[in-house]
């Protein structure tokens, strides 16, 4: 069965310190799609980032980076230079085919809670 | 922009009623999935449905049913409900079949406690 890993269930980081947040995952297709998603203390999950399973590009986006490694399972977030606002709880997702019609469903962490210490 | 709404975002019940958790997108989703979030445990499948009058079990269906009558609207329904039920539900949708295509949307979250 699909399974996604995150070992660091809180981390705690001064303000402007770099931090990545870890994700190990194993699955049995050969097509598919991770995920990073953030809920913050209001409750509703945020979609970050999508990545399609043959695409190892590292992506930036701002302050954001994501490290995609096929061999090792692993898709690990990077934020630089942190800040306040970033504070919050992050899960990692990995999409699985559930019908013969190609629909699909997300598996997730358990969850990394980020503190950003001002 | 996504809009996955629930009606309600604090919910309190007592063991042996019937709890109906209400979820609306406005975004022609054909998918749509409730989730539960424990600490510890992450979010976990309840049930999902991908057409209209259609329903799948996810991971954890026991103690649950759901309705979809129309598209935009997924029920989530205890039929009699139970301590352990106790927790966060998050509904969401997507379009289209591949999360690739169209990732999952979710709405803030109801918090059910059941005394």
């Known amino acids: 069965a699909q399974k996604v890993t995150q070992a660091q269930t809180e981390i705690s980081v001064v303000e402007k310190e770099d931090v990545t947040l870890d994700c190990v995952y194993e699955?049995?297709?050969?097509?598919?799609?991770l995920f990073w998603y953030k809920q913050p203390p209001s409750g509703e999950l945020v979609f970050l980032i999508r990545?399609?399973?043959?695409?190892?590009q590292n992506e930036i986006s701002g302050r954001y980076s994501w490290n995609f490694q096929k061999s090792t399972s692993s898709f690990n977030f990077t934020i630089t230079a942190s800040q306040v606002v970033d504070s919050a709880v992050y899960f990692c997702?990995?999409?699985?085919?559930?019908?013969?019609?190609?629909?699909?469903?997300?598996?997730f962490g358990t969850g990394t809670r980020l503190t950003i210490i001002p | 922009d996504v809009k996955v709404t629930q009606s309600s975002r604090y919910l309190v019940k007592r063991t042996g009623e019937k709890v109906f958790l209400e979820c609306v997108q406005d975004?022609?989703?054909?998918?749509m999935f409730w989730y539960r979030q424990d600490p510890g445990l992450g979010l976990r499948l309840i049930y999902f449905?991908?057409?209209?009058?259609?329903?799948e079990k996810g991971d954890i269906p026991e103690g649950y049913s759901v309705s979809r009558e129309k598209k935009e609207r997924f029920s989530l329904i205890l039929e009699s409900a139970s301590t352990n039920q106790t927790s966060m539900y998050l509904c969401?949708?997507?379009?289209?079949?591949?999360?690739?295509?169209?990732?999952?949307?979710f709405g803030n979250g109801t918090r059910l406690t059941v005394t």
């Open positions: 997702a990995l999409s699985e085919v559930i019908s013969n019609f190609g629909n699909e469903k997300l598996t």
């Open positions: 990545r399609n399973s043959f695409d190892e």
């Open positions: 449905s991908y057409d209209v009058k259609m329903k």
């Open positions: 975004m022609d989703h054909e998918n």
């Open positions: 699955t049995r297709d050969t097509t598919y799609y």
């Open positions: 969401a949708g997507n379009r289209g079949r591949s999360l690739g295509n169209s990732p999952l949307h």
